[in-house]
């Protein structure tokens, strides 16, 4: 499978942009081919496109597949497993931003709830310290409930809230 340098550009890209987020280099590209491809593609063809060890291929996607970006598919007429990618630019960004919410925003909440606690009970520790850990507390949060508020709105209205941009600013100003 040959791919166009545009194509190739992109893959790479998104590649590169997957380290500076907390994933594999690899796992980023079969996610970027995949989403890219017209149709599903066989794990082989992910080999050959992108010059990766068939077993890095196959750790990737089943990687990928935790997370709930690429699922299996068949084609009729073909025993062999095809791969595909969410395509719906709106649902990966859900996924993807559900997924570093449970990994990393989760986990922070407790810590810091956990934190608040044991500060309150400290009677050394300094009065800004604790009020830096409560701001920080309440700002994740407030992040948290926030997810939870927008991850049942529908696309069509996050799409207008986007493009309003700096224009909502107006409604909500003081």
Not at 61 to 81: A, K, N, P, Y
Request: aromatic fraction near 6%.
């Amino acid at each position: 499978m040959q791919l166009s340098p545009a194509v190739e550009k992109y893959v790479l890209h998104w590649g590169e942009m997957g380290t500076r987020w907390g994933t594999n280099r690899t796992v980023a590209q079969i996610q970027a081919l995949l989403y890219l491809s017209p149709e599903p593609l066989r794990a082989d063809q992910i080999v050959d496109a992108l010059s990766v060890a068939r077993s890095n291929v196959s750790t990737s996607i089943r990687e990928l597949q935790g997370f709930g970006l690429v699922r299996m598919t068949h084609v009729l007429g073909d025993r062999r497993d095809y791969f595909e990618s969410l395509h719906d630019v709106w649902e990966l960004f859900r996924v993807i931003i559900e997924q570093r919410k449970q990994r990393e925003l989760n986990p922070t909440l407790s810590m810091l709830r956990n934190a608040a606690e044991e500060v309150d009970a400290e009677a050394d520790t300094h009065p800004v310290t604790k009020e830096r850990i409560h701001n920080m507390l309440e700002f994740i949060e407030s992040t948290s409930d926030w997810y939870e508020q927008i991850s049942d709105i529908p696309t069509s209205t996050l799409t207008k809230l986007m493009k309003l941009g700096k224009g909502i600013t107006k409604l909500v100003k003081k």
